[in-house]
């Protein structure tokens, strides 16, 4: 399974993530151990929401789209837990 996440920052939860993994549980552990500098300064984060998908072409078109404008208001309306 390949998987778009959510992410946010429980110590800024203004702070969000949006990635694509195949291993959704490892990909959380680098976020939190500091393994991305992108993300290490609002550890720790947690899992808002993930959807996954069997093709990994498929995943990576849903996360492109939830990176951009459109993709974004989506996310903000349906997706974060409120």
């Not at 996440?5 to 549980?25: A, H, K, M, W």
């Not at 993930?50 to 996310?75: P, V």
Request: net charge positive.
């Amino acid at each position: 399974m390949h998987c778009v996440c959510l992410l946010r920052s429980e110590s800024d939860p203004e702070q969000t993530c949006i990635g694509l993994t195949d291993d959704l549980r490892a990909r959380i552990a680098k976020h939190n151990t500091g393994g991305s500098p992108h993300t290490a300064k609002h550890r720790p984060w947690k899992i808002a929401a993930y959807l996954a998908f069997e093709s990994r072409e498929r995943a990576a078109d849903f996360e492109r789209y939830l990176k951009s404008g459109s993709g974004r208001a989506f996310s903000k309306k349906r997706l974060w837990s409120r």
